[in-house]
């Protein structure tokens, strides 16, 4: 019996033990943890994708959780402002905090702009190979612009917004991306079914109903 | 069938629409998410205590997560110092990313020093009510500099750490912790048991062994 008044050394299995593992968390899951990057111009689609990724996902069975500006723009980010340095932090604990949700079992689909290749890639460097999947929504800036949901393209052309990205600020398209989906013109379904068959390929899914640990 | 490049008036349920709520990762999980706040001296046994939860959590098929020194120190907090400032932004952040593991449906356990009430509070504001359960680490500053794990008290008495908590700096105990455990005497067993009963009196758990939905 171990005693937490105990001296670390005559309990070495328990005293400040992380016994609950990633490979623990994904058996109880049925798949394996992973992060969905999606990137893309404002209205390429990336957090609809990413939204609907997920309730596939979830009816498959799979524990997932979607990081967007909704969750953390105000909350772990609300700190940082729109300067060079707050858009690479921003970017960076995102990436940390993915991290953390892989580590959990979880199937992590993030859907930032992420216009710059460094700090995509800043991201995909501290991941171990195969655990990261970028995923490019490929969408012209004219189909965006159309689409203009929250009417921020008409803003920027007015020049009331400073660095929009594609009109006043860079988007550097991925070069090797895991995955290109054409989110300007295929169906929604399509798209998804799309996102689904390359995780089958890459292991994360193994089953196509994750068969979890029964007790 | 809905189309990306719909606008998002004809598709407002699937457009930017995060379909998979708490309520139904909480359904799928077959309990609820909540954050297990751990505070107590260096060398009280929460980051022990934390891991032994979790391994009993685990085992009763729930999802957990310890967010500890060893998992955000060097990750997501890297860039902060050990002055006041960086002190309360550290802080500040492990609650914004234990509300994030939270909404996701995970009982999540963080194992930090944490030793000002206003940080702590900090947190405790920004989460609904049952949400957050502040559990005591309660050893002796006596017991904790006996243990010594780390050879830090010996360091800091020696004047070789500046700011240490319970030595050259305060340790503000708290005063309406959701929990008071005692981690000085009692055995690692026991307190894991007081923990989970806890959890079950709140509705955290539902059963002994979670009942997570089937298909």
Known sequence: MN???DPPASSNVVW???TVTRARREAQNGHRGAIIWFTGLSGSGKS???HAVEESLHQRGCRTFVLD???VRHGLCGDLDFSDAGRVENIRRIGEVAKLFMEAGIIVLTAFISPYRADRDRVRDMIKEGDFIEIYCDTSLEICESRDVKGMYK???AGQIA???????PYEVPENPE???DTGSAELDTCVSQVIADLMKRGIL???QCITETR
């Open 3 to 5: 005693k937490l008044s």
């Open 16 to 18: 400040h033990q992380a």
């Open 48 to 50: 609809t994708l990413a």
């Open 69 to 71: 500006g909704d969750n």
């Open 155 to 157: 803003k920027a052309r």
């Open 163 to 169: 660095e929009f990205t594609g009109i006043s600020s």
């Open 179 to 181: 995955l290109d989906v």
């Open 206 to 208: 193994l089953h196509d």
